[in-house]
Nanobody
Framework: QVQLVESGGGLVQAGGSLRLSCAAS????????MGWFRQTPGKEREFVAA???????????FYADFVRGRFTISRDNAKNTVYLQMNSLKPEDTAVYYC?????????????????WGQGTQVTVSS
């Protein structure tokens, strides 16, 4: 069982930056692939970024096309935390952002493939 708690959301002007954090409970965080999703009212939850389990050869990261080059996902297994650094924010990035975990699997882009979810953190980008 994993519990996820997101933080770092807030109000920022277009072009600004935010860093979201997702703290995970449990001793097996390193065995989970982690993802970030976002959702706006009336829309389905959409994939933003994912990071694989860290191995001896490193890790791999995946991004949605609309954030590639602006957002960076990273993980710190010593702190049981995954981050989403968001730069060059746009008003259309406004959403509730969720982190998610899936055990011992390659990173997933479908929300339905994740086992655990946080409660979400609101990001609002003003124009």
């Amino acid at each position: 069982q994993v519990q996820l708690v997101e933080s770092g959301g807030g109000l920022v002007q277009a072009g600004g930056s935010l860093r979201l954090s997702c703290a995970a409970s449990g001793r097996t965080f390193s065995s989970y692939s982690m993802g970030w999703f976002r959702q706006t009212p009336g829309k389905e939850r959409e994939f933003v970024a994912a990071v694989a389990v860290l191995t001896w050869s490193g890790t791999s990261r995946f991004y949605a096309d609309f954030v590639r080059g602006r957002f960076t996902i990273s993980r710190d297994n010593a702190k049981n935390t995954v981050y989403l650094q968001m730069n060059s924010l746009k008003p259309e990035d406004t959403a509730v952002y969720y982190c998610a975990a899936v055990f011992k699997a390659a990173p997933k882009v479908r929300a339905g493939d994740y086992d655990y979810w946080g409660q979400g953190t609101q990001v609002t980008v003003s124009s």
